[in-house]
C-alpha cells in the first residue's frame, strides 16, 4: 500500500478543513485529485508530505505510520512534489542541467559535487522530458511550459515512490500543455514510475493512466474510485450542483455545461 489514510480530520483554529478523509492507493496505481477552489487540495497534499498532521484518524505514507515517529524529512526524500508555486524558487542564473541536479540534493542550488551517475541520471531525464535541447540555457529565460519539464525531471532525479503534479499545466498553451500531458503518460506507463497523484481542476485533463480519481469537495471526499465510473455527467452534475455533461474522446473526458 502506497497510501492509506483512514478516516481523517484535519482542523485549523476553528476551521475544519478535512472531514472523514479514506483514500486507499495501491502500488502501481495513478490517481487523480480533483477539487474545487478551497476544497482542501493542498491540505491533504501538505498532509501526505507531514507538513500537516491530522487531528484524528490514521495516516500510513510508503510504510510510515504518521504519530509513531518523526518522519517528515525521511519520508519528503521519497516524494516528488511539483507545483507552479515551485517554479520561481530557482536561481535565475542556474541552467536546467543544475536545476535538475539539485534534485538529487534536494536543494535550491547546487552546493555539492554531483557524482558521473547523477550527471548521467540527469542527462536521461532531460532526454525522458523532452528538455535536453535546452539543458544549457539558463532557467530564468525558459517558458512556463519548459520550467515545468524541468521541474518534473528536477523531482524524478531523487528516485521518488510518489510524484505529486499539484497544477502542472497552469499557465499553459493547449500545445504545451498537451506536449506535457504526453511526458507524463510516457512516465506513467513505464514499468518503474513512481506512484502519481495528479491535481487538477480540469477534467480534460485526466489521461487514460489516471484510472483513479478522487472528488473532494469542501473538505470531505465527494466521490472516489474507477475514473471511468467517478468522472460521469451524472455524478459531475450533483458535485457542481450544476447539470452538465460528460464526453468522451479517445479515452478522455471533456466537460460541457448542460442547459
Ligand atoms: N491555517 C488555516 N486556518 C483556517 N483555514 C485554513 C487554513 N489553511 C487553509 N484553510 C482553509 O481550508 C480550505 C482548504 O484550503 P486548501 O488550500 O487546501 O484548498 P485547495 O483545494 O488547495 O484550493 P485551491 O484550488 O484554491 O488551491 C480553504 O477554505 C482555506 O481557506
Ligand atoms: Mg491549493
Same mark, same amino acid.
Given at each position: 500500500?502506497?497510501? $492509506?489514510?483512514?478516516?481523517?480530520?484535519?482542523?485549523?483554529?476553528? /476551521?475544519?478543513?478535512?472531514?472523514?478523509?479514506? +483514500?486507499?492507493?495501491?502500488?502501481?496505481?495513478? +490517481?487523480?485529485?480533483?477539487?474545487?477552489?478551497?476544497? !482542501?487540495?493542498?491540505?491533504?497534499?501538505?498532509?501526505?508530505?507531514?507538513?500537516? #498532521?491530522?487531528?484524528?484518524?490514521?495516516?500510513?505514507?510508503?510504510?510510515?505510520? #504518521?504519530?509513531?515517529?518523526?518522519?517528515? &524529512?525521511?519520508?519528503?526524500?521519497?516524494?516528488?512534489?511539483?507545483?507552479?508555486?515551485?517554479?520561481?524558487? #530557482?536561481?535565475?542564473?542556474?541552467?536546467?542541467?543544475?536545476?535538475?541536479?539539485? !534534485?538529487?540534493?534536494?536543494?535550491?542550488?547546487?552546493? &555539492?559535487?554531483?557524482?558521473? %551517475?547523477?550527471?548521467?541520471?540527469?542527462?536521461?531525464?532531460? %532526454? $525522458?522530458? !523532452?528538455?535536453?535541447?535546452?539543458?544549457?540555457?539558463?532557467? /530564468?529565460?525558459?517558458?512556463?511550459?519548459?520550467?515545468?519539464?524541468?521541474? *518534473?525531471?528536477?523531482?524524478?532525479?531523487?528516485?521518488?515512490? *510518489?510524484?505529486?503534479? $499539484?497544477?502542472?499545466?497552469?499557465?499553459?498553451? #493547449?500545445?504545451?500543455?498537451?506536449?506535457?500531458? $504526453?511526458? *507524463?503518460?510516457?512516465?506513467?506507463?513505464?514499468?518503474?514510475?513512481?506512484?502519481?497523484?495528479?491535481?487538477?481542476?480540469?477534467? &480534460?485533463?485526466?489521461?487514460?493512466?489516471?484510472?483513479?480519481?478522487?472528488?473532494?469537495?469542501?473538505?470531505?471526499?465527494?466521490?472516489?474510485?474507477?475514473?471511468?465510473?467517478?468522472?460521469?455527467?451524472?455524478?459531475?452534475?450533483?458535485?457542481?450542483?450544476?447539470?452538465?455533461?460528460?464526453? +468522451?474522446?479517445?479515452?478522455?473526458?471533456?466537460?460541457?455545461? !448542460?442547459?
Amino acid at each position: 500500500m502506497v497510501l $492509506d489514510l483512514v478516516n481523517i480530520t484535519l482542523q485549523r483554529d476553528d /476551521a475544519q478543513i478535512l472531514q472523514n478523509i479514506n +483514500w486507499q492507493i495501491e502500488q502501481g496505481e495513478h +490517481w487523480v485529485l480533483y477539487g474545487l477552489n478551497g476544497s !482542501g487540495k493542498t491540505a491533504l497534499l501538505d498532509l501526505i508530505n507531514a507538513y500537516n #498532521f491530522p487531528t484524528s484518524g490514521s495516516a500510513t505514507v510508503l510504510g510510515f505510520q #504518521f504519530g509513531k515517529v518523526y518522519l517528515g &524529512e525521511e519520508l519528503r526524500k521519497k516524494i516528488g512534489f511539483v507545483s507552479s508555486s515551485l517554479q520561481e524558487k #530557482f536561481y535565475p542564473t542556474d541552467n536546467a542541467f543544475e536545476v535538475v541536479l539539485s !534534485g538529487a540534493f534536494a536543494s535550491i542550488g547546487l552546493y &555539492e559535487t554531483p557524482t558521473d %551517475e547523477m550527471r548521467e541520471r540527469a542527462i536521461g531525464l532531460l %532526454e $525522458d522530458l !523532452g528538455c535536453i535541447g535546452y539543458a544549457n540555457r539558463d532557467y /530564468a529565460t525558459l517558458s512556463q511550459g519548459e520550467k515545468q519539464r524541468v521541474l *518534473i525531471a528536477r523531482a524524478l532525479m531523487a528516485n521518488p515512490s *510518489i510524484l505529486i503534479l $499539484d497544477e502542472p499545466t497552469n499557465g499553459l498553451d #493547449f500545445i504545451a500543455r498537451e506536449q506535457l500531458l $504526453d511526458s *507524463i503518460e510516457r512516465l506513467a506507463i513505464k514499468e518503474n514510475s513512481p506512484t502519481i497523484i495528479y491535481v487538477t481542476h480540469h477534467v &480534460e485533463e485526466i489521461l487514460p493512466v489516471f484510472t483513479k480519481t478522487l472528488l473532494l469537495k469542501s473538505g470531505e471526499v465527494f466521490a472516489s474510485g474507477e475514473t471511468n465510473q467517478i468522472i460521469t455527467s451524472e455524478i459531475l452534475s450533483d458535485y457542481f450542483n450544476l447539470s452538465v455533461h460528460v464526453n +468522451w474522446e479517445n479515452n478522455r473526458p471533456y466537460l460541457v455545461k !448542460g442547459k
